[in-house]
C-alpha cells in the first residue's frame, strides 16, 4: 500500500486495502466470538454471588442446626450464645423494635418531605432541598452510630433521665432518620408522576391544595408510596452500625425503648470481633442468624417488587 | 335563605383555606427535620473533631493514647482496598451491563439475571460479610487480609454498579449505534468505539457513587476481619490492613471521652474524602450532560 | 423501455406460499448495467409482512429514487439492501437480492463487507460523539486501515467528496456535535464516502435540514452518481423529480412503479400512482 502513497496522483484503493486486511480478521472474529461469552461469565458472577450467599447460609445454618434443635432456636426466648442458650426471639425483637421506631420516625417525615417537595415546593426549591434530603443516605452509618451515642442519647437523657447509654430509641431514632430520604425521595417520585390532568380536574372543582394531596395525589400515588415505605423498612432490619454503636449489645426480649438491647445485625457484628472459633457452635449461630436475617429483608424485597409491579398506575 | 347558605360555604371556605395554610407549614417542617439533623450531625462532627485534627493526626498510626493515634494506616488502608474493589467490580459491572444490554436474548434466563441483580441490591451488607468470611476468608484461605475485604466489598457494590453502567449504556442514541453497524462494523467494535466512549461518564459517575458507599462501609470488613489497630501499611494483596469506618468504630466504643474526639477528626476525614468523591462524580456528570 | 408492474392479485402472500409464476411479473429493466437486482423479496416483522414481492433492478451510477407514503415500505426496503433491517430481532425475508451478482442473503455473505460495498446515509444526521476527523476515519480504521498518512488522505478526499473540506479543514479535531445540522449531514456523507462504497443508502436524508442545507445535499448527490449508485429515499416529491435518473413509487409493502423518473411523474402508468403524485393522497 506504500506504493500507492509514493506514485503521485494514483489515488489510494481503500476497498482494496480492506479486501487484504479482511483475510486478517480472522482474529478479531475469534474475538467476536469470545468476547459474549467473556461477558456472560461476568454476568454470571452476580448469579453466583446470590448462590453463594444462599450456600453459605444453608450449609452453615445446617451445621448450627445439628446441635442446637430448629424449635428451641426459634421458640426459645433466651439468648445467651456463651452460655448455650440459643432462642433467637430476643434479637428478632430487638430488630423489630428498632425498625417500629425508625418507621415511627421515617415515615411521617418522609411522607410529609414528599408532599412538600411534590405538592407545595416550587422548582427552585424542591431542586436545592431534594438532593441535600438525599446526602442523609449517603453519610456512613458508623457516622450516624457516633452521633446517636454521642448527641442523641446525650439528648433523650435530658427528656428522659433513666434513659441508658446504650438504649433502642436513640439507636431506632437515627435509622429513621437515615431512611427519611429513601421514603421522601421514592414517595415524591411516585407523586410527581401523578399526571396534573388529575389535579386539575379536582382544583376546577374548587377544592384546596391539600384536599387535592389526599382525594387525588396521594391515592394515585399510593403503591409507590407502599414500596417506598417496605423497601425503607427492609433497610431499617439490616441497619447494622448505628444498632451496634448506640442499642447495646444484651439480648433482651422488650419493647420498652428505654432499655438496651441487641438486634441480629448487632450479635453478628459482636460475634464476628469476639473470639469466636471457626466451627464452634457460636461460629456457626452467626450463620443462623444472618439466614434469619436474610429471609427478613428479602420477603421485604419480595413485597415491595411485587406492589410497584403490580399495582403500577398506567395513566 | 340563600343568602345564609353562601355565608355558611364561605365560612367553611375560610376553614378550608386556612387548614390548608396550617399543613403546608407542618410538611415544610417536616422537610426541615431531616435538613436539620443533617446540619446538627455536620457540626457535631465538627465541633468534636476539629480539635483533633492535624497533619500528624492524618499521619500518625493508631496509639493508646488519643494525643498521638492518627487515621493514617486507616486512610492508606481505604485506598488500597478502593482500588481493589474499583478493578474488580467495575470491570465485572460493566461487562455484565453490556451483556445485558447488547447481547442478552429476552428470554428467561436474562429475566433471571435482571431480577437477581435488583434483589442483591437489597441484601444487607452485613450477610456479604458472613459469604466473605465462608468463601474468601476461609475457603480460598485468604484469611483476614486485604483481598478478602477487597473482594467482598466488589460483590457488595456490583449490582450498583452494574445499574448505573446499563443506565449509560442503555442511553447511547439508537441512531449513532446505526451509523456504525452502518459502516460494517461489526458488535463488539461497535461497542469498543462508539458504545462505551459514549457511556464513560455515566459508567465513572455511577462507579464513583457506588465507591463512596464501599468506602463508608463497616460491617462487612468487621465480619472479614479488617483489623482494629495495625502499625504497617499493607504491603501485599495477602496483607493485614484496616479502614476508616473500622478505626472510628473502634475509637467510639472507647469508653474515655477522648477517644471520642480522635473518632471525630477521623469522621471529618471520611467525610472529606466522600465529599471530594461526590464532587468529582458531579464535576464528570455536568461536563459531559450537554452531549448526547 | 419501462414497463408498468402488474397489480397483484395475491395480497396475502404467505411465507411459503410463494407462487412462483409471480416472479416474472417483477418490473426489470433490461440494462446490463444494473448494480443490486431484487427479486420476489418478502419481508415480516413478526407476523406482519412489511414488503410483498419487491422486484427491482437498480441502475449504476444513477440516482434512483424510492417514494411513497409514509408506513408504505420504502424505508424498510432500503434497509433491507445492506441488510441493516436484520437488527431488529423479529425481522424475516424471503426472495433474493443480489450485489453485483452475488448473493446478499447467502451465509457465506458477511453483512460487515457488504456495508463496507453498500454505504448509508440516515434519516437524522448522526455523527458519532467524536471529532471530525474520527468519525470520518471511522470505517476505515474498523477495517484494518491504521497508518495516519493513509488516514489524512482519505478523510481530506472524503470531506473534499462530501463538498465540505473548505468549510471544515481547519476545525478537523474539533467534535462533531458542534457542527451545524447540515454540516453534519454531510460529515456523514463524507463519512460513508471514506470506505469508498460501491452504493451509497440515503434514507430521507434532508428531512431533518434546512432548506439551504438541503439544497446543498441535493447538488451534493448529483456530483456523487459520477462515482456511487446512489438509492434515495423522500417523502418529498419534489426532491425525487429534481434529483434522480429512475424513480419507485411504494404502496403498503408492494412496489407500484419503477420508471425513468420524467416518464413516472409525467405519465405515470398505474393509477395509484398518479394518484399519489398528483397529491389525492398520502
Redesign the interface.
Given at each position: 500500500?506504500d506504493k500507492g502513497?509514493q506514485s503521485e496522483g494514483k489515488?489510494?484503493?481503500?476497498?482494496q486495502?480492506?479486501e487484504r486486511?479482511?483475510n486478517?480478521?480472522s482474529f478479531?472474529e475469534r474475538?467476536?466470538k469470545i468476547?459474549?461469552f467473556?461477558?456472560?461469565l461476568?454476568?454470571a458472577?452476580?448469579?453466583l454471588?446470590?448462590v453463594?450467599?444462599l450456600f453459605?447460609?444453608l450449609?452453615?445454618s445446617i451445621g448450627f442446626f445439628s446441635n442446637v434443635s430448629l424449635i428451641d432456636f426459634y421458640t426459645g426466648t433466651s439468648w445467651s450464645p456463651w452460655s448455650g442458650e440459643y432462642g433467637v426471639a430476643p434479637l428478632i425483637g430487638g430488630t423489630l423494635l428498632i425498625t417500629l421506631i425508625a418507621t415511627l420516625v421515617a415515615v411521617?417525615?418522609g411522607l410529609?418531605?414528599a408532599?412538600?417537595?411534590s405538592e407545595?415546593?416550587n422548582d427552585k426549591v424542591r431542586r436545592v432541598?431534594k438532593p441535600?434530603?438525599e446526602?442523609?443516605a449517603?453519610?456512613?452509618?458508623?457516622?450516624?452510630?457516633?452521633?446517636a451515642?454521642?448527641?442523641i442519647t446525650p439528648m433523650f437523657q435530658a427528656f428522659i433521665p433513666d434513659l441508658g447509654i446504650f438504649n433502642a430509641l436513640s439507636g431506632g431514632f437515627v435509622v429513621g432518620?437515615m431512611i427519611?430520604?429513601m421514603v421522601?425521595s421514592l414517595s415524591e417520585d411516585a407523586m410527581n408522576s401523578v399526571p396534573n390532568a388529575l389535579r386539575e380536574g379536582a382544583y376546577g372543582l374548587g377544592a384546596?391544595?391539600?384536599?387535592v394531596v389526599f382525594k387525588v395525589v396521594l391515592p394515585a400515588a399510593l403503591s409507590g408510596i407502599i414500596a417506598s415505605i417496605v423497601?425503607a423498612i427492609?433497610r431499617a432490619?439490616?441497619?447494622?452500625?448505628i444498632v451496634?454503636?448506640a442499642a447495646g449489645a444484651t439480648p433482651n426480649l422488650t419493647f420498652n425503648p428505654t432499655e438496651s438491647i441487641q438486634t441480629m445485625?448487632a450479635f453478628?457484628?459482636q460475634a464476628?470481633?469476639g473470639d469466636t472459633t471457626?466451627g464452634s457452635t457460636i461460629y456457626y449461630s452467626?450463620?443462623a442468624v444472618?439466614m434469619t436475617?436474610?429471609v427478613f429483608?428479602?420477603v421485604?424485597?419480595?413485597i415491595a417488587?411485587y406492589i410497584s409491579r403490580k399495582f403500577r398506575e398506567e395513566y | 335563605m340563600l343568602g345564609q347558605n353562601e355565608q355558611n360555604i364561605k365560612k367553611r371556605m375560610e376553614g378550608r383555606v386556612a387548614f390548608n395554610k396550617i399543613l403546608m407549614v407542618l410538611f415544610g417542617m417536616a422537610t426541615a427535620v431531616g435538613l436539620v439533623f443533617l446540619v446538627l450531625l455536620f457540626y457535631r462532627v465538627l465541633t468534636q473533631g476539629i480539635g483533633y485534627l492535624s497533619l500528624d493526626y492524618i499521619m500518625n498510626f493508631p496509639a493508646p493514647y488519643p494525643e498521638k493515634a492518627g487515621i493514617y494506616a486507616g486512610l492508606i488502608g481505604s485506598v488500597f482496598l478502593m482500588i481493589i474493589v474499583a478493578i474488580f467490580s467495575v470491570i465485572i459491572g460493566v461487562a455484565t451491563a453490556i451483556y445485558l444490554e447488547e447481547y442478552a436474548a429476552k428470554n428467561k434466563f436474562t429475566d433471571f439475571i435482571r431480577v437477581n441483580i435488583q434483589n442483591l441490591a437489597g441484601v444487607p451488607s452485613i450477610v456479604f460479610g458472613l459469604l466473605g468470611l465462608t468463601f474468601f476468608v476461609y475457603m480460598f484461605n485468604f484469611g483476614y487480609t486485604l483481598i478478602a475485604g477487597g473482594l467482598t466489598m466488589a460483590l457488595l457494590i456490583l449490582p450498583v454498579i452494574v445499574v448505573a453502567a446499563q443506565e449509560a449504556v442503555r442511553s447511547v442514541p439508537a441512531e449513532i449505534k446505526e451509523a456504525s453497524y452502518g459502516m460494517g462494523a461489526s458488535k463488539w467494535q461497535t461497542i469498543a468505539r462508539v458504545i462505551l466512549p459514549a457511556a464513560i461518564p455515566g459508567i465513572l459517575t455511577g462507579a464513583i457513587i457506588a465507591l463512596s458507599r464501599a468506602i463508608g462501609e463497616t460491617a462487612p470488613l468487621i465480619i472479614v476481619g479488617a483489623a482494629t489497630a495495625i502499625y504497617t501499611l499493607p504491603d501485599s494483596l495477602l496483607a493485614k490492613y484496616t479502614v476508616m469506618p473500622i478505626q472510628i468504630y473502634n475509637w467510639t466504643g472507647r469508653p474515655q471521652e477522648e477517644w471520642q474526639y480522635v473518632a471525630g477528626a477521623g469522621i471529618i476525614v471520611l467525610l472529606a474524602v466522600l465529599l471530594l468523591m461526590n464532587s468529582i462524580a458531579v464535576l464528570i456528570r455536568n461536563k459531559y450532560q450537554r452531549r448526547l | 423501455m419501462n414497463k408498468v408492474m402488474e397489480e397483484k392479485t395475491n395480497k396475502n402472500v404467505n411465507q411459503g406460499t410463494k407462487k412462483p409464476e409471480v416472479k416474472k411479473e417483477g418490473i426489470k429493466k433490461e440494462n446490463a448495467n444494473s448494480i443490486i437486482e431484487v427479486n420476489d423479496l418478502n419481508l415480516w416483522y413478526g407476523s406482519d409482512q412489511a414488503l410483498y414481492e419487491v422486484s427491482m433492478d437498480v441502475p449504476e451510477k444513477q440516482v434512483t429514487a424510492i417514494i411513497g407514503p409514509s408506513g408504505c415500505g420504502k424505508s424498510t426496503f432500503l434497509k433491507t439492501l445492506n441488510r441493516m433491517v436484520e437488527m431488529v430481532p423479529i425481522v424475516k425475508t424471503s426472495g433474493s437480492i443480489k450485489y453485483r451478482d452475488q448473493e446478499i442473503f447467502s451465509s457465506k455473505y458477511k453483512e460487515e463487507y457488504l456495508r463496507t460495498k453498500v454505504g448509508m446515509v440516515f434519516q437524522k444526521p448522526n455523527p458519532f460523539p467524536k471529532s471530525v476527523y474520527d468519525n470520518v476515519a471511522y470505517g476505515p480504521r474498523i477495517h484494518g486501515i491504521k497508518k495516519k498518512e493513509i488516514l489524512d488522505q482519505i478523510v481530506e478526499k472524503s470531506l473534499k467528496g462530501a463538498a465540505i473540506w473548505d468549510e471544515l479543514k481547519d476545525r478537523l479535531h474539533e467534535n462533531a456535535y458542534g457542527l451545524s445540522g447540515g454540516q453534519q449531514q454531510r460529515v456523514c456523507i463524507a463519512r460513508a464516502l471514506a470506505v469508498e462504497p460501491d452504493v451509497i443508502l440515503m434514507d430521507e436524508p434532508t428531512s431533518a435540514l434546512d432548506p439551504i442545507s438541503t439544497a446543498k445535499v441535493e447538488e451534493l448527490v448529483q456530483e456523487l452518481k459520477e462515482k456511487y449508485s446512489i438509492i434515495i429515499v423522500t417523502h418529498n416529491m419534489q426532491q425525487a423529480a429534481r434529483i434522480s435518473d429512475k424513480t419507485a413509487f411504494f404502496l403498503n409493502g408492494e412496489l407500484i412503479e419503477f420508471a425513468d423518473t420524467d416518464d413516472l411523474f409525467q405519465n405515470p402508468h398505474d393509477k395509484r400512482t398518479e394518484d399519489y403524485i398528483t397529491g389525492r393522497f398520502g
Open positions: 500500500m502513497l489515488m489510494i484503493d481503500v476497498q486495502m480492506i486486511n479482511k486478517k480478521k478479531g474475538i467476536e468476547i459474549p467473556f461477558l456472560l461476568c454476568a458472577v452476580s448469579v454471588t446470590t453463594g450467599i453459605t447460609l450449609r452453615e411521617p417525615l410529609m418531605s408532599i412538600f417537595l407545595y415546593a432541598i441535600v434530603l446526602v442523609l449517603g453519610i456512613p452509618t458508623v457516622v450516624y452510630g457516633y452521633f451515642l454521642t448527641f432518620i427519611i430520604p421522601a384546596t391544595k391539600l384536599e423497601l427492609s432490619i439490616g441497619e447494622t452500625m451496634t454503636i445485625t453478628i457484628v464476628a470481633t471457626f452467626l450463620y444472618g436475617l436474610f429483608t428479602l421485604m424485597n419480595l417488587q | - | -
